[in-house]
């Protein structure tokens, strides 16, 4: 399991003075581990115009503040760019490629696309370290079983498709119920069991 994206401490004020807050918008501290900086843009071109001034105080501000015991994470900073705007062409699909290919200063992730409640939900599926496989592994098969069911026709017996009927419930409700004796002998024999 990768490390937990919601546990941090927002160091943005330790860092960063007041006239450079505007470049950036989150500087999460992960115990030991790495620095996430996080900058909201909008659009594409915004990024183009402002990466080297956010890239500048990441540098000057962040990195090169780094001493002591923290020193190991000098080299362990992600910037993660967060771009809300839809679409993009080929020249942006080759800025967002230089971008994260950049070796100055950090590692940078541009993510696309992405509604800001969402985000660390993106950046624990986009940034390796924040990688939850389980997490994916049941994502992952909750889809190949919608698949599945949009394929195939689902058989369902005709005591539950009687119950559900009778109950007018939907195959939804009956996989969550609790299936007790009662509710197992309606299913069976249509009436209830009483104690």
Not at 78 to 95: D, H, M, Q
Not at 181 to 192: A, V
């Amino acid at each position: 399991m990768g490390l937990k994206v919601d546990i941090f401490e927002d160091v943005k004020n330790q860092y960063l003075i007041k006239e450079d807050q505007d470049y950036i918008d989150e500087v999460r501290y992960y115990k030991k581990k790495l620095i996430l900086v996080i900058k909201k843009i909008d659009t594409y071109r915004e990024l183009k115009e402002n990466y080297y001034k956010i890239l500048d105080k990441v540098a000057a501000h962040i990195q090169d503040k780094i001493e002591d015991e923290l020193d190991n994470l000098r080299w362990n900073i992600y910037l993660a760019f967060v771009i809300s705007e839809k679409s993009y062409g080929t020249n942006e699909l080759e800025a967002i490629k230089e971008i994260e290919m950049d070796k100055y200063c950090c590692k940078k992730y541009v993510l696309s696309n992405i509604d800001l409640k969402e985000i660390n939900e993106v950046i624990e599926e986009r940034i390796p370290i924040f990688l939850n496989l389980e997490k994916i592994k049941s994502k992952k098969e909750v889809e190949e079983n919608n698949n599945l069911l949009e394929k195939e026709e689902l058989q369902i017996p005709k005591s539950i498709e009687n119950y559900l009927l009778n109950e007018k419930k939907s195959l939804d409700d009956f996989l969550k119920l609790d299936f007790d004796s009662n509710i197992i002998d309606l299913i069976y024999t249509g009436e209830k069991y009483e104690n």
